[in-house]
């Protein structure tokens, strides 16, 4: 089983590169699908495995794909399938953000139903329900999810119960070639909502107000081949922010926009880190003294859901009570456990969790429950005592790009590797492994 181990104590310092974002680049890819003349060619595409997996369902259904570096160019002018099986959606959910594409351009789209994950239950109601308002009719069984229509997709107003960020997504693609006008009020205001809209409005759609609550796209009736940069990353940006922090550090995040993460900038200057905006990203200064804060997890613009685990780790470290709540997925507090493996003193309560610093943590074997929960066992392992090994790396990989090799570079001492059968690294072995 592949490990990463950390021993902790390090400051880090130097520059660090922010890679294309997740949760841009996969609502992008999925929109190529509806090029029906020429060629996309998507750059500051980040080597994930989400990435790999959408790239996999999109040769799945016909298309032609190929990646270099950070260059991913898709052909989908040749007739594409409609159905996307099972093994993709189990990976990564963001495969249901075929439905929207193919359902405009085809008329039809099946793809496996996404069931719960380690965060929530994640239904996808409010994107059907945009379907439908389309005239798309719906039919869920056997484990998948058919939209269908005879007819072109007609524009509609469409109300989201709540902001979520794949129902805009995949409405916002579907709209982009409906018959009319589609408003979609309440919409996610996401900085990945406007790459994707940005993206879409050089194929050709017609999207007006992408990032503020109430879309309008006019549909068009084709839409081309196009060339497009993914943003950076914000949440990547913010696990880095959050690992200067904690060690004291001094690290210019390249590529941090601060308009994208505001709301995790005002939580950590209030917890007393300096943030700097230079020209090419953002200067991370650690202090010798945390204070306590209270979060809330919310919709764009304000505090991101997928930075909760992260942010919790600087609680950890803080002087005082925080409390972090989480409003956004009903489930996504599975690393209290591990954290308390840790020596951490926190506690549940309801959808809040209590933390009590500053700990003295210590280095225990701990497992990555999802990809940011990873992450942030990851940075806890750099200011704990002792060795860290966090197991489960598949999820870190779903949304970091050589997070070991990066924090490495950083000052950390920290390594990746692959043990079948060493069960319990020790510290001799990890300084040789370290020294390798
Ligand atoms: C690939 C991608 O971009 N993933 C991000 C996206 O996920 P995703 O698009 O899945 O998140 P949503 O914004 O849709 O979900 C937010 C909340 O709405 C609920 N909901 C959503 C859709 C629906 O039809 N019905 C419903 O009830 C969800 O269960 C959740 O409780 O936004 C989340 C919230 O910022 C982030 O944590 C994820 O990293
Ligand atoms: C929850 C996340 O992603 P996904 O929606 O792809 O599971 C995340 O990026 O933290």
Redesign the pocket.
């Known amino acids: 089983m592949e490990k990463i181990i950390i021993k902790g104590g390090n400051r880090l310092t130097g520059s660090v590169k922010v890679e294309g974002a997740?949760?841009a680049v996969?609502?992008v890819i999925a929109a190529t699908l509806m090029a029906s003349k020429g060629q996309s060619k998507v750059s500051n595409v980040p080597t994930l495995a989400?990435v790999y997996t959408m790239k996999d369902v999109l040769t799945h259904i016909n298309a032609k794909v190929k990646m270099t570096d950070n260059i991913l160019y898709v052909d989908a002018v040749n007739p594409l399938l409609t159905e996307a099986p099972l093994e993709y959606v189990t990976k990564m959910?963001?495969s249901v953000?075929v439905l929207g594409p193919l359902l405009a351009r085809y008329g039809h789209a099946k793809v496996a139903l996404p069931g719960g994950c380690a965060?929530?239950?994640?239904?996808?109601?409010?994107?059907?329900?945009g379907f439908e308002a389309m005239g798309a009719e719906v039919h869920v069984g056997n484990g998948y999810v058919e939209v269908y229509t005879d007819k072109p997709l007609k524009g509609a107003k469409v109300y989201l119960?709540?902001?979520?960020?794949?129902?805009?997504?995949n409405i916002m693609m579907a709209a982009a070639l409906a018959k009319g006008k589609t408003i979609i009020e309440n919409a996610?205001k996401?900085p990945?909502i406007v790459d994707l809209a940005n993206f879409l409005n050089k194929m050709g759609a017609k999207v007006i107000g992408a990032g503020t609550e109430n879309i309008k796209i006019i549909g068009v009736t084709e839409l081309h081949g196009t060339e497009h940069s993914i943003i950076p990353d914000r949440?990547e940006a913010g696990t880095f922010m959050v690992a200067a922090a904690l060690t004291q550090g001094n690290v210019l995040i390249e590529g941090a926009e601060f308009e994208h993460s505001r709301s995790l900038i005002s939580k950590m200057e209030e917890m007393g880190v300096t943030v700097i905006e230079e020209p090419n990203g953002l200067r991370v200064i650690g202090p010798e003294k945390l204070g306590a804060v209270d979060i809330k997890t919310l919709?764009?613009p304000g505090f991101?859901?997928?930075m909760q685990s992260q942010m919790m780790t600087l609680m950890l470290k803080s002087t005082g009570t925080s409390v972090i709540t989480e409003t956004?997925?009903?489930n996504r507090f599975m690393h209290v456990e591990e954290f308390r493996r840790m020596n951490a003193k926190m506690k549940i309560e309801g959808r809040s969790v209590i933390v009590e610093g500053p700990t003295n943590l210590q280095g225990a074997e701990v497992q990555a429950t999802d990809l940011r929960a990873g992450a942030a066992l990851v940075l806890a392992g750099l200011i704990s005592e002792g060795y860290t090994r966090v197991t489960e790396l598949k999820h870190i990989d779903r949304g970091y790009v050589n997070l070991t090799g990066k924090l490495k570079a950083l000052g950390a001492d920290i390594e990746r590797i692959e043990d079948v059968n060493i069960e319990l690294v020790s510290g001799d072995q990890f300084e040789r492994i370290s020294s390798l």
């Open positions: 997740k949760n996969l609502p989400d959910r963001a953000l965060i929530g239950s994640r239904p996808i109601d409010l994107h059907l329900k119960d709540m902001p979520s960020v794949g129902a805009t997504e996610a996401e990945e949440i919709p764009h991101p859901t997928d956004v997925f009903e």
